[in-house]
């Protein structure tokens, strides 16, 4: 604990993620200035707050919105909101959202394309433990092979978090399906040993 007070302090951090967890509770709109990762500046947005989702992976906080400039319900990375401006102006989260629904497809906190099947192949026994020992998506299936090896079958949808948990396991882990992300993760592979290959 004294090591966590002694942390140094983000202000604008905390005091847009107090605006947004106010706009949440109270059900009023809020005039944002977001930067998404791949813009080069901040654009304004009205959004309506559903749910904030912190996500230890990753180090930071999100939020789940409705953006009236995109029509559509939002991730919204709270470190990327440069400006907060709370409104009068009321709404309602429908009845019908379900944040466990919402995310329920997602490896992470990316919500963005239609679930695919997803095959792994684990041929390490200290993995398959640590497979086997833990629940990484309620859709998960293990099927240990003749070989000695592991198929892991995941319905999920392929997002870049997925693809550095996989390039997170080295050798280990081998793509089976589908196909594009197979092909995806031997690129990367490729890229990186041409990285290293250089110095």
């Known amino acids: 604990m004294d090591w966590m007070q002694r942390l140094e302090k983000n202000e604008r951090h905390l005091r847009t993620l107090a605006t947004v967890a106010e706009a949440w509770v109270s059900q009023r709109r809020l005039r944002i200035a977001y930067q998404s990762l791949p813009a080069e500046k ?11 989702e912190p996500a230890a992976p990753g180090h930071a906080s999100y939020v789940i919105a ?10 919204f990375k709270i470190e990327r909101i440069e400006t907060t401006e709370l409104t009068s102006d009321p709404y ?3 009845p019908e959202f379900d ?10 906190i990316v919500v963005e394309g239609e679930p695919k099947t997803i095959k792994l192949r684990i041929t390490d026994k200290e993995l398959m433990r640590i497979m086997e020992e833990t629940t990484w998506h309620p859709s998960q299936k293990l099927l240990k092979q003749k070989d000695g090896s592991m198929i892991m079958t995941l ?6 978090e997925l693809h550095s948990w996989i390039m997170g396991w080295g050798e280990f882990v081998e793509v ?3 196909k594009e992300l197979r092909e995806d993760v031997a690129k990367t592979a ?3 040993t041409r990285l290293y290959r250089k110095r």
């Open 42 to 52: 901040a654009i304004e947005r009205i959004v309506e707050p559903y749910y904030i």
């Open 66 to 75: 409705y953006c009236h400039r995109a029509r559509e319900v939002r991730t």
């Open 92 to 94: 309602t989260i429908p």
């Open 99 to 108: 944040a466990n629904e919402f995310f329920g497809s997602s490896w992470g």
């Open 155 to 160: 319905r999920v949808t392929d997002t870049v």
């Open 176 to 178: 089976l399906a589908p």
């Open 190 to 192: 490729e890229n990186m």
